[in-house]
């Protein structure tokens, strides 16, 4: 059947939809993805459905690891032996999570850069603990910890960065001497 949403991204979401035929009790569909070469040696499961019906749809997630390549496919094996597999006929892309890279932390006030410092958009989901720059400037706001994440533009494809602000130190002066 037909996969839609390709380019993928490694860890994003896909339906398998899948016709069978027989009578089965319990059976155990596995949608599985090929090697970047489109290989099914060393195939990885990417969902499971247990169904007594002839057709539906497995949800699943692209390998996280998944390597960028054009020659993807998917198929569904079924825990019945008596029942054949094909793939779905169609060659599917992943493309890379982009690089990313930076310190791990910074202080409430200071300021540091992540990269990549172009190419994308940069955001930060963490009730403002930080905020960033599409150029990849980040400035602590409140101590915590923070996850920022860089879109690219070209792919669509994200890759995220933890950071920690810490609080900044405060001094305890005391008077020495009297009065």
């Known amino acids: 059947s037909a996969i839609s949403g390709s380019p993928f991204c490694p860890?994003?979401?896909?339906?398998v939809p899948f016709t069978s035929s027989g009578v089965f009790t319990s059976n155990t569909y596995t949608a599985q993805l090929s090697t970047a070469a489109g290989s099914f040696t060393g195939a990885t499961t990417i969902g499971i459905l247990v169904s007594n019906a002839n057709s539906g749809?497995?949800?699943?997630?692209?390998?996280?690891?998944?390597i960028a390549g054009l020659l993807y496919?998917?198929?569904?094996i079924s825990s019945n032996s008596n029942v054949l597999s094909f793939?779905?006929?169609?060659?599917?892309?992943?493309?890379?999570?982009?690089?990313v890279s930076g310190p791990t932390a910074v202080c409430v006030g200071g300021t540091t850069t992540v990269?990549?410092?172009?190419g994308g958009t940069w955001g930060s989901s963490d009730n403002g603990i930080a905020t960033v720059t599409d150029a990849g400037e980040v400035n602590g706001v409140l101590a915590g910890n923070a996850t920022l994440t860089f879109t690219s533009t070209a792919t669509g494809c994200t890759n995220t960065v933890a950071l920690t602000v810490n609080g900044n130190a405060t001094l305890g002066l005391t008077s020495i001497g009297g009065t």
Request: net charge neutral; charged share 10%; no cysteine.
């Open 11 to 15: 860890g994003a979401a896909v339906s």
């Open 57 to 66: 749809t497995i949800n699943g997630f692209i390998d996280a690891g998944a």
């Open 73 to 76: 496919r998917i198929r569904v």
């Open 87 to 99: 793939d779905n006929n169609t060659n599917l892309t992943v493309n890379a999570n982009p690089a």
């Open 115 to 118: 990269t990549p410092t172009f």
